[in-house]
C-alpha cells in the first residue's frame, strides 16, 4: 500500500470476511481461560465482518489519497507468500480461509460474545487503521 496504494488478496472484492485483531483474541483467551464462568462455553471473537472493497474505501479516508484492491490469483496468491517466507501449509490455509463463507445469521447470532466475554467490543477495522495501518503507511 505504501509504495503503490494498492493491497491484494485471491479474494472478490466484495465478499465480506471476519477479522479479529491478535490483541482482542489474546485477551478473550486470557479471559475465558481465567473464568471459571465460562467452562464449557464456545465464544466466537470477530470484530468486523468486511469486505476488501470496504476496506479500501476506509484506507483512502483515511490516508486521503485513493486506495485499491485488486484481486489476485491463487497462484499469485502462493507465489507472494511464499515469497514472504510463509510454509506451504500456512500458504494454502490462508488460502483456504477465502472461501469460507460466514452468513450474516452467524454474524448476528455471535456478534454480542466478545464484548459480553471481555467488557468492551473488539477492536472495529476503522480503529485498526487508525491506530496501527496509518502511522505505518503515512
Not at 491478535?22 to 479471559?31: H, P, R
Not at 483512502?60 to 496468491?77: H, M, N, P, Y
Not at 488460502?95 to 452468513?103: A, C, F, K, Q, R
Request: glycine share 8%; proline share 2%; hydrophobic share 45%.
Amino acid at each position: 500500500i505504501k509504495s503503490h496504494d494498492t493491497f491484494y488478496d485471491a479474494v472478490d472484492a466484495d465478499v465480506k470476511q471476519l477479522l479479529v485483531h491478535a490483541d482482542d483474541v489474546g485477551e478473550a483467551l486470557s479471559k475465558a481461560a481465567l473464568d471459571t464462568a465460562t467452562a464449557g462455553k464456545a465464544y466466537f471473537a470477530f470484530g468486523a465482518n468486511i469486505s476488501k472493497g470496504e476496506i479500501a474505501t476506509l484506507l483512502s479516508e483515511k490516508l486521503g489519497r485513493k486506495i485499491s484492491f485488486v484481486k489476485a490469483s491463487d497462484d499469485d496468491a502462493r507465489k507472494a507468500m511464499a515469497g514472504f517466507g510463509l510454509p506451504a501449509w500456512s500458504v494454502e490455509g490462508c488460502l483456504e480461509l477465502n472461501y469460507l463463507g460466514v452468513s450474516q445469521d452467524f454474524v448476528d447470532a455471535h456478534k454480542g460474545e466478545y464484548e459480553e466475554l471481555v467488557g468492551r467490543p473488539a477492536l472495529t477495522a476503522a480503529e485498526f487503521i487508525e491506530k496501527i495501518l496509518s502511522p505505518a503507511l503515512n
